[in-house]
């Protein structure tokens, strides 16, 4: 059977979009060509010491007698996008610079040098930008990870790094990565969210502000659970604006990214191996070693493997306050989530006694959640009162109460309290934080 021909408007569309993507391929081809005068001509020993006004007069006359020995005829649009595009590729990150500076996007996600997705408000959305080539896409990786001292290559095909600006930065390359590299940005804030503002985006209401300002100043252990992208990072950061600023604490990371604004501060960092395989430093490393430089609270920023023991060690023996996130979708299954931790760990210890550790340790376990909309929410607060015959006992002091889906599917919800009074009310009124029994009463729906 014959085709369809298309019809006069499916023609008269795609007339525009054939054009548009013709005109990007030409600039794309004219971008290569100068990149690689630019490569030529420009003194890269200098770039480091050149401001940014010279640079890029020094790339717009380049370019200009190279567009003229090339032939190309440019408008002013088209020249002044193309000096950007090479402004970014000697000095930035390429073509991802442009989204690094978009303060409207949270992640960045490259499947392949061809499709670049990101996050915006919650939602994930195409974009247009694209990489020339793998080699290109390579090329920009290499970039990120050389300048902090790491590498990715077939022998190592995956690594974690941040960007200048604190960014999150993971990429796998082939052959792990099939159809071309994968790289994830989660963008790092530059301004930190405070209390008030997390209120006032509906994350949580003032009466649970008011409880978690009382159970951080009364150095209660919390954890943070939540899945990935829930804000556990942000909540664990505002959690910290209530620590008194004469403590002194010491955070420990896999990747640097907490934002404390106390004076007294001290950041660990740990390192992955060399290209021989040596001088590997983990989270426990820095752990152990913190407990040895008198610390009032140790942070760690996420708790994913056998660091769990010495975490729980500490919570246990005199570093009271002491916060963390783990990876888990509920509090019950965070208390699982370490159990399983400490299993894997190789510690040969009953359940029974492994509960009691975790029980005595933890205080307070914080569930942050993005919910199907994209917003994000601390759905539950929930205390550890310790075990019951061979069980943990807990007990849920505030939720968020979904109730339906608008037509736009936006969630409708509201926070309340359970009706549970705390089990700390007694340790927040021993350090000057009465809390009122009304705190503790269902909210009435809005």
């Known amino acids: 059977m014959r085709k369809p021909s298309p019809s006069p408007r499916t023609a008269a569309q795609a007339g525009p979009i054939d054009k548009e993507r013709k005109r990007k391929e030409r600039l794309g081809v004219i971008k290569l060509e100068l990149h690689k005068a630019l490569l030529e001509s420009l003194n890269l020993a200098a770039l480091d010491t050149a401001t940014e006004s010279d640079l890029r007069a020094e790339i717009v006359s380049i370019s200009g007698e190279r567009l003229e020995e090339m032939g190309v005829v440019l408008n002013r649009e088209e020249r002044a996008t193309l000096n950007q595009?090479?402004?970014?590729?000697?000095?930035?990150?390429?073509?991802?610079?442009?989204?690094?500076?978009?303060?409207?996007?949270?992640?960045?996600?490259?499947?392949?040098?061809?499709?670049?997705?990101?996050?915006?408000?919650?939602?994930?959305?195409?974009?247009?930008?694209?990489?020339?080539?793998?080699?290109?896409?390579?090329?920009?990786?290499?970039?990120?990870?050389?300048?902090?001292?790491?590498?990715?290559?077939?022998?190592?095909?995956?690594?974690?790094?941040?960007?200048?600006?604190?960014?999150?930065?993971?990429?796998?390359?082939?052959?792990i990565a099939v159809d071309g590299s994968l790289v994830s940005i989660r963008k790092f804030k530059k301004e930190k969210l405070a209390v008030d503002d997390l209120v006032k985006f509906g994350a949580f209401t003032e009466e649970m502000a008011a409880y978690l300002q009382a159970a951080v100043a009364t150095r209660l252990n919390i954890i943070v659970s939540g899945g990935t992208g829930s804000g556990k990072t942000t909540t664990l950061n505002a959690l910290s604006s209530f620590i008194d600023n004469d403590e002194r604490i010491l955070t420990i990371e896999d990747t640097a990214e907490l934002q404390l604004q106390q004076t007294h501060v001290g950041r660990m960092e740990s390192r992955p191996a060399n290209v021989e395989g040596k001088g590997a430093v983990s989270q426990r490393d820095c752990l152990r070693n913190a407990l040895r430089m008198r610390p009032d609270r140790i942070i760690v920023g996420e708790t994913r493997g056998e660091e769990v023991i010495d975490m729980l060690q500490a919570m246990n023996t005199g570093h009271d306050?002491?916060?963390?996130?783990?990876?888990?979708?509920?509090?019950?299954?965070?208390?699982?989530?370490?159990?399983?931790?400490?299993?894997?760990?190789?510690?040969?210890?009953?359940?029974?006694?492994?509960?009691?550790?975790?029980?005595?340790?933890?205080?307070?376990?914080?569930?942050?959640?993005?919910?199907?909309?994209?917003?994000?929410?601390?759905?539950?607060?929930?205390?550890?009162?310790?075990?019951?015959?061979?069980?943990?006992?807990?007990?849920?002091?505030?939720?968020?109460?979904?109730?339906?889906?608008?037509?736009?599917?936006?969630?409708?919800?509201?926070?309340?309290?359970?009706?549970?009074?705390?089990?700390?009310?007694?340790?927040?009124?021993?350090?000057?934080?009465d809390l009122p029994p009304s705190l503790f009463e269902p909210f009435a729906a809005e």
Do not use: C
């Open 321 to 433: 306050g002491s916060m963390t996130t783990i990876h888990a979708n509920s509090a019950r299954d965070g208390v699982s989530r370490l159990e399983n931790m400490i299993a894997m760990a190789g510690i040969e210890m009953p359940i029974k006694a492994v509960r009691s550790q975790i029980s005595s340790a933890v205080n307070l376990i914080v569930q942050a959640s993005r919910l199907q909309d994209g917003s994000r929410r601390m759905v539950s607060i929930t205390e550890v009162t310790g075990m019951e015959g061979e069980v943990i006992s807990m007990q849920e002091i505030f939720r968020y109460q979904r109730v339906g889906l608008t037509p736009d599917n936006k969630i409708i919800g509201h926070f309340t309290a359970t009706g549970i009074r705390s089990a700390f009310s007694e340790r927040f009124r021993m350090w000057g934080y």
């Open 85 to 175: 595009d090479l402004f970014d590729e000697v000095t930035g990150l390429g073509p991802l610079e442009p989204l690094l500076k978009d303060d409207t996007v949270n992640d960045i996600l490259v499947n392949g040098p061809q499709q670049v997705f990101v996050e915006r408000a919650g939602k994930l959305e195409l974009t247009d930008t694209t990489f020339k080539d793998e080699k290109h896409l390579l090329r920009i990786i290499d970039k990120i990870v050389s300048a902090v001292g790491r590498r990715v290559d077939e022998s190592n095909p995956y690594v974690d790094a941040r960007l200048a600006d604190g960014s999150r930065f993971n990429a796998m390359v082939p052959p």
